[in-house]
């Protein structure tokens, strides 16, 4: 019984050594990237809550708040912008772990355009906000929100 045993162990392992080891090697990337996609964020919704306080004292006023909410593998940012007392405009960002994305909704008085941003992991290492054809930095990334917000 043990010699069957050994033999059928060892059977199954050299038939499935390659699929097993890629399917570790798949795991440890998935791993890594859920944990550099939270990264980004945490630095994304940071520089958020950093700018609101830069800009509102560089203007003089409030113009920019700035609200984070969730745990790191569900959070989102809700965002005010109000130049004036006539113009308005929101924005929220959601990050869901699950999908390694970012949901962007904006709203300029007019109806809210949602899309969703790719978290892509480079060669380097490095985790840039894909928009289109475009590539972002975290702070890249806020900046073009605003932008678009204060526009």
């Known amino acids: 019984m043990t010699d069957w045993l050994d033999k059928a162990v060892q059977r199954t392992k050299k038939k499935y050594q390659v699929q097993r080891a890629r399917e ?19 630095e994304l919704f940071a520089w958020f809550e950093n700018i609101e306080v830069q800009f509102n004292n560089n203007f003089g006023s ?33 990050y869901q772990e699950k999908t390694s994305s970012l949901g962007l909704k904006m709203d300029s008085g007019g109806p ?33 929100i605003i932008d678009q917000m204060l526009a």
């Open 112 to 144: 809210a355009a949602a899309q969703a941003i790719r978290l892509i992991l480079t060669a380097d290492g490095a985790v840039l906000a894909a928009m289109g054809d475009d590539y972002y930095t975290a702070e890249q990334l806020g900046q073009k």
């Open 62 to 94: 409030h113009v920019l708040a700035v609200s984070v909410v969730g745990s790191d593998g569900r959070r989102s940012l809700k965002i005010l912008a109000r130049p004036t007392r006539a113009q308005e405009s929101m924005a929220e960002l959601n």
């Open 24 to 42: 570790e090697q798949l795991a440890h990337e998935d791993a890594l990237k859920r944990r550099l996609n939270g990264q980004f964020c945490r």
